[in-house]
């Protein structure tokens, strides 16, 4: 992995995990309050931040934020580059540079099929039933909607029409 990580307080989860924003707080050797991080637990979830980076691959040119108690289970997340990430083939196969999301697995990224929230890019390809994959972190909100969201909107308009012209008739 060639990522550039940043350490927070999370709550049992292991390298390649995908965490999001949980409900319990630590507070930094700085005073601050800081929300711990969780697995993800459904797909396309809105608050996830990350992915638990190798702590092994964590040093002075990569990694910041060193002011988390050690009774907060400090973990390195990688905000950006190249990191493993698990998966599942729970939305199909990943071809590479499909787009990566929650899956409904703790923790586990799927192939993103709808718009909402993305964790990365797949930078290889998986087709078994979970597994690792390198992929590029790059959490965003993907606007396009996919073909087949724009299908079911297009049939469910389609017989609003024919409702409404049984109605006229």
């Known amino acids: 992995a060639s990522d550039y990580m940043e350490m927070y307080s999370v709550e049992s989860a292991e390298p390649g995990d995908i965490v999001a924003v949980g409900n319990s707080y630590a507070i930094t ?11 993800s637990i459904k797909p396309h979830q809105q608050n996830i931040i990350g992915v638990v980076s190798n702590p ?3 040093g002075d040119f990569n990694s910041i934020g060193y002011n988390i108690k050690e009774q907060d289970n400090p973990l390195p997340i990688a905000l950006s580059g190249r990191v493993k990430v698990k998966v599942s083939s729970q939305n199909g196969n990943i071809s590479t540079g499909d787009y990566l999301t929650s899956s409904s697995l703790p923790g586990v990224a799927m192939k993103a ?3 909402g929230k993305v ?3 797949a930078l290889e390809p998986f087709n078994g ?3 690792k994959v390198m992929m590029f ?3 965003h909100e993907n606007l396009a909607p996919s073909l087949n969201e724009l299908s079911e909107e297009i049939q469910e308009q389609q017989q609003q029409i024919e ?4 109605q006229v008739d």
């Open 129 to 131: 039933k979970t597994g």
């Open 119 to 121: 964790i990365g890019i």
């Open 137 to 139: 972190v790059n959490l």
């Open 56 to 58: 092994e691959d964590a």
């Open 29 to 39: 050797k700085d005073g601050d309050r800081l929300a711990k991080l969780t697995k």
């Open 113 to 115: 099929t709808k718009s």
């Open 163 to 166: 409702q409404l012209k049984k």
